[in-house]
């Protein structure tokens, strides 16, 4: 055997031998597992706006309308009168004291004269604390109407029913004779502005005002 021939012989065998060693390939229906998506990338959120930003709602003090501004002096025009009547009556309280016992003796003659001094005093103080009495509740109802507080308008009428009490009380007991005269006409001075501040007060500017509670706009205060 030439050394070609042998060498081509051991070629084979190592082929065979290789071949015969080999594993065997699988055949199947196998499937490889699915790999994993990869991660979105991180996206930074957005910057706010420097510049251009919607401003926040402030408090503001607005000018009322020309409605609410009636109201108010028409108010003020009213308390005013109501302390002049009040240290009016305060100042002629001696000489209306004598008046208001010659009407209750009048009534009853047949007391003593304490007795009709008596009543006179209790007369006269009843009706001068009525009318401190409505002049502080139309003070606060004044008060609360400019702060815009809820259901102050029945409060203004209450004092208005209240009032017209004390007016008549006072037109029959205490305002009379020459000096009760202008008492009683400043009584009715100051009833007739609070009646018309009410009245005003209803004007849908007036209700409108009073019902927005707050003045608010949009940015920084001048």
């Not at 699915?34 to 251009?52: M, Q, S, Y």
Request: glycine fraction near 8%; proline fraction near 8%; hydrophobic fraction near 50%.
């Amino acid at each position: 055997m030439t050394r070609h021939q042998q060498m081509t012989s051991d070629l084979a065998r190592r082929q065979a031998g290789g071949a015969a060693g080999s594993p065997a390939v699988r055949t199947g229906s196998y499937v490889p597992p699915l790999a994993a998506p990869p991660p979105e990338p991180h996206v930074a959120p957005a910057r706010p706006p420097l510049r251009e930003k919607a401003p926040a709602p402030v408090l503001v003090k607005n000018r009322p309308p020309v409605t609410v501004r009636m109201v108010q002096l028409f108010w003020i025009l009213s308390l005013l009168g109501g302390a002049a009547a009040v240290a009016y009556s305060f100042i002629i309280r001696a000489t209306q004291l004598g008046v208001i016992a010659k009407l209750v003796k009048g009534v009853d003659a047949g007391r003593a004269a304490a007795t009709y001094d008596s009543a006179a005093q209790i007369l006269y103080w009843c009706a001068f604390g009525g009318m401190v009495v409505v002049i502080f509740i139309q003070i606060v109802s004044f008060v609360s109407f400019r702060n815009r507080r809820s259901n102050v308008r029945w409060w203004q009428f209450g004092s208005l029913f209240l009032q017209g009490i004390v007016l008549i009380f006072i037109h029959q007991v205490i305002a009379l004779g020459d000096h009760g005269r202008p008492l009683e006409i400043i009584l009715a001075v100051q009833y007739a502005l609070a009646i018309l501040a009410l009245c005003v007060s209803l004007l849908p500017p007036a209700l409108h005002w009073s019902a927005r509670k707050y003045d608010i706009r949009r940015g920084q205060v001048a």
